[in-house]
Antibody
Framework: EVQLVQSGAEVKKPGESLKISCKGSGYSFSNYWIGWVRQTPGKGLEWMGIIYPDDSDTTYSPSFQGQVTMSADKSISTAYLQWSSLKASDTAMYYC?????????????WGQGTLVTVSS | QSALTQPRSVSGSPGQSVTISCTGTSTDVGGYKYVSWYQQHPGKAPKLIIYDVTKRPSGVPDRFSGSKSGNTASLTISGLQAEDEAGYYCCSYAGSHTYVFGTGTEVTVL
């Protein structure tokens, strides 16, 4: 069974750093792109970027370029999303999602989400 | 890369049909056959219900259908049921490994 399991909720202060994770199982993690999606309270979904775990090839949305860093450790089937200096506006639910295989361009499996709260 | 435009809300009675539009540009919706739709119930992760404009994953009821004309994609829910009350988001591939989501539509079953 394909599963993406994300790390737990975080409460941080502005200026702090944070790294959240997304662990895949039930499939060959290295060979499927992992996307990250932000959902702010009461708002819609925003595509942040995507990473290919096998070689860490990464593409960011222009809106998030320079604001976050995506990485992956294929040896432990885990993708990461990190911030070096959080802002209150980073408060949101963050989802990881697997892009389906080959020439498919949709996200077939999603993590349960990680709620990040940034408040002084 | 602007969000695709969806109506904020649509509603219908049980058994009726509702259609949600998703308008983009020639660089996303109009340029690729890769529009997908996701259903999201409150407090839950999004769930894929349509991919490649018209295809349904295994297990998704056939009352969900998708189409596209030019820069606008559409999701139709036929025979609306109470459990269809949820948020719906379109998503389009936009080239060079990038994607864009729609603004989201709340479906209310009256």
């Amino acid at each position: 069974e394909v599963q993406l399991v994300q790390s737990g909720a975080e409460v941080k202060k502005p200026g702090e750093s944070l790294k959240i994770s997304c662990k895949g199982s039930g499939y060959s993690f290295s060979n499927y792109w992992i996307g990250w999606v932000r959902q702010t309270p009461g708002k819609g979904l925003e595509w942040m970027g995507i990473i290919y775990p096998d070689d860490s090839d990464t593409t960011y949305s222009p809106s998030f370029q320079g604001q976050v860093t995506m990485s992956a450790d294929k040896s432990i089937s885990t993708a990461y999303l990190q911030w070096s200096s959080l802002k209150a506006s980073d408060t949101a639910m963050y989802y990881c999602a697997r892009r389906s295989s080959g020439h498919d361009y949709f996200f077939d499996y999603w993590g349960q989400g990680t709620l990040v709260t940034v408040s002084s | 890369q602007s969000a695709l435009t969806q109506p904020r809300s649509v509603s219908g009675s049980p058994g009726q049909s509702v259609t949600i539009s998703c308008t983009g540009t020639s660089t996303d919706v109009g340029g690729y056959k890769y529009v997908s739709w996701y259903q999201q119930h409150p407090g839950k992760a999004p769930k894929l219900i349509i991919y490649d404009v018209t295809k349904r994953p295994s297990g998704v009821p056939d009352r969900f259908s998708g189409s596209k004309s030019g820069n606008t994609a559409s999701l139709t829910i036929s025979g609306l049921q109470a459990e269809d009350e949820a948020g719906y988001y379109c998503c389009s591939y936009a080239g060079s490994h990038t994607y864009v989501f729609g603004t989201g539509t709340e479906v209310t079953v009256l």
